[in-house]
Antibody, heavy 123, light 111 residues
Framework: QVQLVESGGGVIQPGKSLRLSCAAS????????MHWVRQAPGKGLEWVAA????????YYGDSVKGRFTVSRDNSRNTLYLEMNSPRPEDTALYYC????????????????WGQGTLVTVSS | QSVLTQPTSVSGTPGQRVTISCSGS????????VNWFQHLPGTAPRLLIY???QRPAGVPERFSGSKSGASASLAISGLQSEDEAEYYC????????????FGGGTKLTVL
């Protein structure tokens, strides 16, 4: 069955860097676009970034543009989110989610999500 | 980027029917499909409705979705206590470089 498992979360100081990973199994990662979505404490779901099936196109939310980078290694069945210069407001539970297709656009994430990895940005 | 507009909260008694609205614009709901998610904090969101009105396997028929123009709705009939959760709509937005928008979330309380 489809499984997505996030890892790499933890406590990080503002201005440092952190890389989140999302290990995919039960399907061919190279056939699907992927998303990162987060939920800050007491807040709603917020879309963070997306990447096309082959990594050729990336999309970012305004709040992380220029600071975060989404990437993927299809040979390792893994999605990544590089968090540079994180801020306290980036504290959240970060989820990876699968797109219905390979190209980003026209549709939001589908029904396959991981359980999330918690990132706390604090000095 | 603006969010899609949902009511903050709705409530109902067991067996009742409730609806949750999601208001967008011509650059998102008006031209793209809507998904609905049920979410309990700390867990993976559960897909209830995709492509505006379709239900994934395993989602009860009590959950239904519709879309008209730039607005969408989720209806839950035969309300049950386990339906108490946060509900989110989501759609792709074609403005600027493109993005996914989520509604602000609606807390459903079963009285």
């Amino acid at each position: 069955q489809v499984q997505l498992v996030e890892s790499g979360g933890g406590v990080i100081q503002p201005g440092k860097s952190l890389r989140l990973s999302c290990a995919a199994s039960g399907f061919t990662l190279s056939s699907y676009a992927m998303h990162w979505v987060r939920q800050a404490p007491g807040k709603g779901l917020e879309w963070v970034a997306a990447i096309s099936y082959d990594g050729s196109k990336e999309y970012y939310g305004d709040s992380v543009k220029g600071r975060f980078t989404v990437s993927r290694d299809n040979s390792r069945n893994t999605l990544y989110l590089e968090m540079n210069s994180p801020r306290p407001e980036d504290t959240a539970l970060y989820y990876c989610a699968r797109d219905p297709g390979g190209i980003v656009g026209a549709t939001p994430p589908s029904g396959h999500w991981g359980q999330g990895t918690l990132v706390t940005v604090s000095s | 980027q603006s969010v899609l507009t949902q009511p903050t909260s709705v409530s109902g008694t067991p067996g009742q029917r409730v609806t949750i609205s999601c208001s967008g614009s011509s650059s998102n709901i008006g031209i793209n499909t809507v998904n609905w998610f049920q979410h309990l904090p700390g867990t993976a969101p559960r897909l209830l409705i995709y492509n505006n009105h379709q239900r994934p396997a395993g989602v009860p028929e009590r959950f239904s979705g519709s879309k008209s123009g730039a607005s969408a709705s989720l209806a839950i009939s035969g309300l049950q206590s386990e339906d108490e959760a946060e509900y989110y709509c989501a759609a792709w937005d074609d403005s600027l470089n493109g993005s996914v928008l989520f509604g602000g979330g609606t807390k459903l309380t079963v009285l």
